[in-house]
Structures are given as structure tokens and as C-alpha cells.
């Protein structure tokens, strides 16, 4: 196993932190309108510290909310759901995955996916991250055209 190089601090770019204030982030904004429903907060990107390669950042899904199916076409996604059970609706017949807290997902570039909410009374909070990008612009994310199908599917909303 090959050991990590060390290096002295001097020689290191340099870090940035995001503060936090008050339990929320100083320099994050809450944007309602990226993915409609949702509140999703990028506390690390390209505008907020200078990101080069990741975007990363927080999402709350109300109660019984859906996002539209997506696709990113630039970016891998990765979620880490930490409270509530997160539907995950996945692929060209948006199969139902229920994703309780502690449960990690992958959606590699161009898969088709969608996030959820069956709960009526919790929200559900994941944290997530776009991997080779550094801003949600950059994923180019297109969205699916589901105006002449059922979505979200039967089903999705039982508990």
C-alpha cells in the first residue's frame, strides 16, 4: 500500500472554509427554481469558493413533493440521504427505489432519475455532489419531457 506524501503547509494552495452561521452556510443561497419543489443549497462550487472539479451541496424534499426526471450529461451525481426515506426513481420507467437515511446512491452520467418524497408530515435532507464539474451548469443537466407519461408513478407516494 502506498502511503500518502506529505507536504509542508507553505506549499499547499489555499484552503477555503464556508463559515457557517446559524446552522446555515454565510455564502449559500437557497435555490428553489434549479429543480422545482426542492430547496437546494451548493455550499461548494465554482461561484461560492472556486471550485474547480466538484460541486457539492445540501437538498431538502418537502413532504409528498417530486422532482422532474433528469439526466446530467457532464457529471457524475452522488446523494447521501440523512434524514427521512428518499424515493429514488430510476431509469426510463422510473423503477421505485426507497432510499432510508444512511444510504448512499450513484447515478453515473446520462442516467435518467428522478428524487422524491412519499412522506406527508417529514422532509427528507440528502447531501449531494456533482463529481468533474465545479457548478450545476456545468453537469448540464437536461430535463425529461414526461408531459405524455405517468410520473411519478403509481405507487411512488405509499408508505
Known amino acids: 500500500m502506498k502511503m500518502a506524501k506529505y507536504v509542508k503547509l507553505g506549499e499547499l494552495s489555499k484552503l477555503i ?3 457557517p452561521k446559524t ?12 429543480e422545482k419543489g426542492l ?23 418537502p413532504p409528498h413533493t417530486a422532482n422532474e426526471r433528469h439526466v446530467h450529461l457532464n457529471a457524475e451525481a452522488a446523494m447521501y440521504i440523512v434524514k427521512g426515506t428518499m424515493v429514488l426513481l430510476l431509469g426510463p420507467e422510473a423503477e ?4 432510508p437515511p444512511g ?5 453515473p452520467e ?8 412519499a412522506s406527508r408530515t417529514e422532509e427528507v435532507v440528502l447531501v449531494f455532489a456533482y463529481g468533474g464539474v465545479p457548478s450545476k451548469e456545468s ?3 437536461v430535463f425529461i419531457d414526461d408531459s405524455e407519461n405517468t410520473y411519478p408513478p403509481a405507487g411512488w407516494d405509499e408508505e
Open 103 to 107: 444510504t448512499f446512491v450513484f447515478a
Open 17 to 19: 472554509v464556508v463559515p
Open 23 to 34: 446552522g446555515h452556510f454565510s455564502q449559500v443561497v437557497t435555490d428553489t427554481e434549479y
Open 39 to 61: 430547496a437546494i443549497n451548493f455550499g461548494i462550487n465554482e461561484q461560492v469558493c472556486g471550485s474547480k472539479r466538484i460541486a457539492m451541496g445540501r437538498t431538502v424534499i
Open 139 to 141: 453537469a448540464k443537466i
Open 110 to 117: 446520462g442516467v435518467v432519475h428522478g428524487v422524491a418524497n
Open 96 to 99: 421505485i427505489i426507497k432510499c
